[in-house]
């Protein structure tokens, strides 16, 4: 069965930072390319981040390039998103979710984990 | 604002079609970028209903149906049901492979 947990969301202040911790398993982690989405507070869906299977090809929204950074580690079947210089506009549930082989879907998603930038 | 516009809302009695649309432009679905839809039920994780404009995941009921036609894409759903209540999106990919997510439609089953 195709599990994605995400941790590490919680309560932090304007420009500080938070690293999210997604673990897959029922899976071969390595095969697939991942995604960070968002959620804000009663809002829509916001794609945040993409990155290939390899870490050869990684992709961001604007609203985040240069303070965010996915990363993954294959052999700890694990997806990182990395966010520094938060804002109050970042607080948001943040879900990693796995791509569907050669369709770019997101397939399988994780319950989420709440981020919340306030002082 | 969202790049890939739908209507807030959309409604129908049990039984009934009903479609929402989702509306991109050159840089996306126009550029021939598959669109996907996902089902949100209220406080839970976004469902995969509907990959590569019209395909279904398996388990997806054939109730469900997607298409694509130039900058534009839909979603039907016949025989609508109570548990169908939910928020829908669609998604499709821009020139720079940047994900991009329509605003969502709530659906209310009447």
């Known amino acids: 069965e195709v599990q994605l947990v995400e941790s590490g969301g919680g309560l932090v202040k304007p420009g500080g930072s938070l690293r999210l911790s997604c673990a897959a398993s029922g899976f071969t982690f390595s095969s697939y390319s991942m995604n960070w989405v968002r959620q804000a507070p009663g809002k829509g869906l916001e794609w945040v981040s993409s990155i290939s299977s390899s870490s050869s090809y990684i992709y961001y929204a604007d609203s985040v390039k240069g303070r965010f950074t996915i990363s993954r580690d294959n052999a700890k079947n694990s997806l990182y998103l990395q966010m520094n210089s938060l804002r109050a506009e970042d607080t948001a549930v943040y879900y990693c979710a796995r791509e569907r082989m050669a369709t770019m879907a997101n397939d399988y998603w994780g319950q989420g984990t709440l981020v919340t930038v306030s002082s | 604002q969202s790049v890939l516009t739908q209507p807030p809302s959309v409604s129908g009695a049990p039984g009934q079609r009903v479609t929402i649309s989702c509306t991109g432009s050159?840089?996306?679905?126009?550029?021939?970028?598959?669109v996907h839809w996902y089902q949100q039920l209220p406080g839970t994780a976004p469902k995969l209903l509907i990959y590569g404009n019209s395909n279904r995941p398996s388990g997806v009921p054939d109730r469900f149906s997607g298409s694509k036609s130039g900058t534009s894409a839909s979603l039907a759903i016949t025989g609508l049901q109570a548990e169908d209540e939910a928020d829908y999106y669609c998604?499709?990919?821009?020139?720079?492979?940047?994900?991009?997510f329509g605003g969502g439609t709530k659906l209310t089953v009447l």
């Open positions: 998604q499709s990919y821009d020139s720079s492979l940047r994900g991009v």
């Open positions: 050159s840089s996306n679905i126009g550029a021939g970028y598959d």
